[in-house]
């Protein structure tokens, strides 16, 4: 591993300020997981965790008898079953630089496992999303795709009606929310009735990476790209599609166990493993996993870039 700087034993006020860097540079990266019901995983309670997803009840539309109670009915229940993993990343710091440099260089290196953890679990909650159903503009599928087939408001309109047909949960201001690529932003943000969110009527709390609103859809950039041919093992089309992930309230989790949050480790002190206590170990690690709770109630958008 690469050695390139140290500092002492690190007092609180340190550890706390480089705790903070860590976590904001992390927060800007963590497009994806906004919107998703985030839950911790209590400790010693196994490392799968199990979603009941109940199912909507028929309509009761026969009319009661006069005096009488209504008939019981079945409620059906489905499970959906997530595992937690582990993930992480570390580098190796000598001793000397502590001598010869100033401490700047650890609040860089910092922030770069900052941005590492964020994108990193950026990628694990966009990796679940794109499980989702896939929805191809223009009725197109896979093998038939065209560079005419765009993220704009004519596909957006027929993927919010995919979501209400499927019951999809809205968030509480009505809304439901996307996440788009760079490679499609440009179609969003030329469309007549886009709203830009900095100009929004009335108030609200933005999203990490919010732009605007379209046709009911608050969207945000999301800064990795995801993209293929469409789904694996159909026939191939000859334009590249790129993800973009549009769903409601209660359509996907983002689980995180308690004691092994994601967070940042500095270790410099003495120990067997570092007897003179010449080494720095900077890492990040911690158990997480993102699940789509309903695949209906998540649109991943295959669209052709502008």
Known sequence: MAQINVTGVLTQTMMT?????????????????QGLQKRSHPQNQGKTINFTRMEPLALATTALSEASNPSASAMTASTVSATLAEYGSTTIFS???????????????????????????NALAGT??????????????????????????SAIVYVVQALELARAQTYPD???????????KPTLLKD??????KTYSDVKDLYKGEMGELYQVRWLL????????????????????????????????????EGDMPKLYIINEPDSGNVAGR?????????YVAKILNSAWVQTVKAVAA
């Open 17 to 33: 300020y480089y705790e903070r860097v860590f976590l904001e540079r992390a927060k800007v990266q963590m497009v994806n997981e």
């Open 95 to 121: 001793k000397l630089h502590k001598l010869t440099s100033i401490d700047t260089g650890l609040k860089e290196v910092v922030e770069v496992f900052g941005q590492n953890m964020g994108e990193t679990i």
């Open 128 to 153: 679940e999303l794109a499980c989702g159903t896939a929805f191809f503009p223009n009725s197109h599928g896979v093998s038939t795709v065209t560079t005419g087939d765009v993220l704009n408001s």
């Open 174 to 184: 009505g809304f439901y929310l996307g996440k788009t690529t760079i490679q499609n």
């Open 192 to 197: 007549t009735t886009w709203v830009n969110a």
């Open 222 to 257: 999301n800064g990795q790209t995801v993209s293929g041919n469409g789904n694996s093992g159909a026939a191939a089309c000859t334009s590249v599609c790129y993800y973009s992930y549009v769903h409601g309230d209660n359509a996907a989790g983002a689980i995180k166990l």
């Open 279 to 287: 080494l720095t170990y900077i890492s990040w690690a911690g158990a």
